[in-house]
Nanobody, 130 residues
Framework: QVQLVESGGGSVEAGGSLRLSCAAS????????MGWFRQAPGKEREGVAF????????YYGDSVKGRFTISQDNAKNTVYLQMDSLEREDAGMYYC???????????????????????WGQGTQVTVSS
């Protein structure tokens, strides 16, 4: 089992920045895809960004490319999401998610398949005001 705990959400003005963190605990020894989804009221859950624990491969949803950056600190079992140039449309609940995978697995498909993610955090709220 893996437990995920998000932090770093809050309120920011449009154009501003926030940094989210997701700390994993439990059985963190296997390779995994780990990343972020978000959900605004009345909308479907949307894949934001993913990263493979074994390397530098990163994957982004089209709406955040060039503005968000996902990174990780494997020593701390923590994934970060740096969000810059925030827009009102970026507001919502941000969830950290993870799944164990093989070392050579691409994480790209998980952006479109939230049902394939095994572990989820409780979420952290991001509010963007104009």
């Amino acid at each position: 089992q893996v437990q995920l705990v998000e932090s770093g959400g809050g309120s920011v003005e449009a154009g501003g920045s926030l940094r989210l963190s997701c700390a994993a605990s439990g059985n963190t020894y296997s390779s995994r895809c780990m990343g972020w989804f978000r959900q605004a009221p009345g909308k479907e859950r949307e894949g934001v960004a993913f990263i493979h624990s074994g390397g530098a491969s990163t994957y982004y949803g089209d709406s955040v490319k060039g503005r968000f950056t996902i990174s990780q600190d494997n020593a701390k079992n923590t994934v970060y999401l740096q969000m810059d140039s925030l827009e009102r449309e970026d507001a919502g609940m941000y969830y950290c998610a993870a799944v164990s995978v093989y070392a050579d697995t691409s994480c790209a498909s998980y952006l479109e398949r939230p049902s394939h993610l095994r572990y989820w955090g409780q979420g952290t709220q991001v509010t963007v005001s104009s």
